[in-house]
């Protein structure tokens, strides 16, 4: 079992930036591929951001990428994804996710999540 706790969201202007945390529980870390994904009102879920196990593979939505860096410590059991040049609408709530195994975009692969945090930009 994999507990992830995800910390600071906030609000912030356009042009700003965020850096999300997210801390895993356990011995194992290392061991999950990691992920961030958001959900904004009415819309789906949708894929940010993914890091594999050794943290030497990364991948971004089109979206965020140039904007958005995606990184991970294995000693302290947290990934990170760094967040400049927000836009509006990157406003949402923001998962960080774990999966075993490779490394992938696909949200149903992960199999445990965080309780998101809330990010707003505002123009």
């Known amino acids: 079992q994999v507990q992830l706790v995800e910390s600071g969201g906030g609000s912030v202007q356009a042009g700003g930036s965020l850096r999300l945390s997210c801390a895993a529980s356990?011995?194992?870390?290392?061991?999950?591929?990691m992920g961030w994904f958001r959900q904004a009102p009415g819309k789906e879920r949708e894929f940010v951001a993914a890091?594999?196990?050794?943290?030497?593979?990364?991948y971004l939505a089109d979206s965020v990428k140039g904007r958005f860096t995606i990184s991970r410590d294995n000693a302290k059991n947290t990934v990170y994804l760094q967040m400049n040049s927000l836009k509006p609408e990157d406003t949402a709530v923001y998962y960080c996710?774990?999966?075993?195994?490779?490394?992938?975009?696909?949200?149903?692969?992960?199999?445990?999540w965080g309780q998101g945090t809330q990010v707003t930009v505002s123009s």
């Open positions: 890091i594999s196990r050794s943290g030497g593979s990364t």
């Open positions: 996710a774990a999966a075993r195994g490779v490394v992938t975009t696909r949200g149903a692969l992960y199999d445990y």
């Open positions: 356990g011995r194992t870390f290392s061991s999950y591929a």
